[in-house]
C-alpha cells in the first residue's frame, strides 16, 4: 500500500504448527534462483532468525537483520528503488517513538 506492489519482496512464515524444519525448507524453497536477497527477521533468537543464523554460522554469505518493521523495509525499498545504498537499521530505529511523548512535546513547544 505505501510502496506499492513489489515483485521482488518475497516472504516466508512459521505458522504455530509448522517447526525449524518447516521453516528451513520454506526459506530455501523461496531463495531457489535468487542470486541476492536480504533476509529480515521479526525476532531475534526467534526460530526464523536461528534457522538462518545456523547457516551463517556454517559458512553461508547470508545478510540477516532481525528486529524489522516496516520503515526498515521501505527503507529498504527505497534504497532498491534508487539503486543507493541505505540505512535500513538506522531507519528502522528512528521510526520508533513514543508518540504521546512526541505529541506532549509539540503542544509544550507550541505555547513557547
Avoid: H, W
Avoid at 14 to 33: N, Q, V, Y
Avoid at 61 to 69: E, K, Q, R, S, T
Wanted: charged share 25%; net charge negative.
Amino acid at each position: 500500500m505505501i510502496m506499492g506492489q513489489q515483485d521482488n519482496i518475497f516472504t516466508v512464515s512459521l505458522l504455530p504448527s509448522e517447526g525449524p524444519e518447516d521453516f528451513r525448507k520454506k526459506f530455501f524453497d523461496t531463495i531457489e534462483g535468487l542470486s541476492e536477497y536480504v533476509v529480515f527477521a521479526d525476532l531475534m533468537g526467534g526460530t526464523p532468525c536461528n534457522i538462518i543464523s545456523k547457516e551463517i554460522i556454517s559458512g553461508k554469505d547470508i545478510p540477516l537483520y532481525a528486529g524489522m518493521n516496516l520503515p526498515m523495509v521501505i527503507s529498504f525499498i527505497n534504497g532498491e528503488l534508487i539503486n543507493a545504498e541505505s540505512d535500513f537499521v538506522v531507519d528502522g530505529k528512528n521510526g520508533i517513538c513514543d508518540v504521546g511523548k512526541v505529541i506532549i512535546e509539540d503542544l509544550e513547544n507550541e505555547d513557547d
